[in-house]
Antibody, heavy 123, light 107 residues
Framework: QVQLVQSGAEVKKPGASVKVSCKAS????????VHWMRQAPGQRLEWMGW????????KYSQEFQDRVTFTRDTSANTASMELRSLKSEDTAIYYC????????????????WGQGTLVTVSS | DIQMTQSPSSLSASVGDRVTITCRAS??????LNWYQQKPGKAPDLLIY???SLQSGVPSKFSGSGFGTDFTLTISGLQPEDFATYFC?????????FGPGTKVDIK
């Protein structure tokens, strides 16, 4: 079945970087775009951007533009998200998700999602 | 950025009830609106895309409607597995934004 499996929980100090991976299985990785979102405790989901599986082209939310990098390894069917200069406010569950919209359709929608990776930023 | 609001923020319902959740966008988003279900400690699951299209494998008790700024998610015949948080997401323009969620719990 189609699945996205993310790397495990991380604890980081302020100012450090974190890299979260998202391994895809059950579908052709390069045919889809992967989006990244996060959910801080008690907050709504926040969209961070996307990476095209085939081209590697990325689009970042302005909120994270200066601190985030998305990459993908097509040989490993894996997308990754690196967030730098971590602050306590970056403590959240980070999700990857596959964009299953079609060019003929309206917008972007996500299915499935990875199981989430908790990133805790604390001194 | 497009702001998404939902009402109510929570509701209590009984098994078998029909419930309706509303999502409103701060500007017109055409039909670029999706609905997800999230259970505690789990990732979200896609229910409805493009305002009213049912995602494959999702029971027909879930339905969506709306256009422009106002959208609804209806769950007919609430079952124990439906008690969860539901949230909307717009993809009309970047950054894609999510509603705050509506928690549906057992009365």
């Amino acid at each position: 079945q189609v699945q996205l499996v993310q790397s495990g929980a991380e604890v980081k100090k302020p100012g450090a970087s974190v890299k979260v991976s998202c391994k895809a299985s059950g579908y052709t990785f390069i045919r889809y775009t992967v989006h990244w979102m996060r959910q801080a405790p008690g907050q709504r989901l926040e969209w961070m951007g996307w990476i095209n599986g085939a081209s590697g082209i990325t689009k970042y939310s302005q909120e994270f533009q200066d601190r985030v990098t998305f990459t993908r390894d097509t040989s490993a069917n894996t997308a990754s998200m690196e967030l730098r200069s971590l602050k306590s406010e970056d403590t959240a569950i980070y999700y990857c998700a596959r964009d299953v919209s079609t060019p003929e359709s309206y917008g972007s929608w996500f299915d499935p999602w990875g199981q989430g990776t908790l990133v805790t930023v604390s001194s | 950025d497009i702001q998404m609001t939902q009402s109510p923020s929570s509701l209590s319902a009984s098994v078998g009830d029909r419930v309706t959740i509303t999502c409103r966008a701060s500007q017109s988003i055409s039909r670029y609106l999706n609905w997800y279900q999230q259970k505690p400690g789990k990732a979200p699951d896609l229910l409805i895309y493009s305002a009213s299209s049912l995602q494959s494998g999702v029971p027909s008790k879930f339905s969506g409607s709306g256009f422009g700024t106002d959208f609804t998610l209806t769950i007919s015949g609430l079952q124990p597995e439906d008690f969860a948080t539901y949230f909307c997401q717009q993809s009309y323009s970047s950054p894609f934004t999510f509603g705050p969620g509506t928690k549906v719990d057992i009365k």
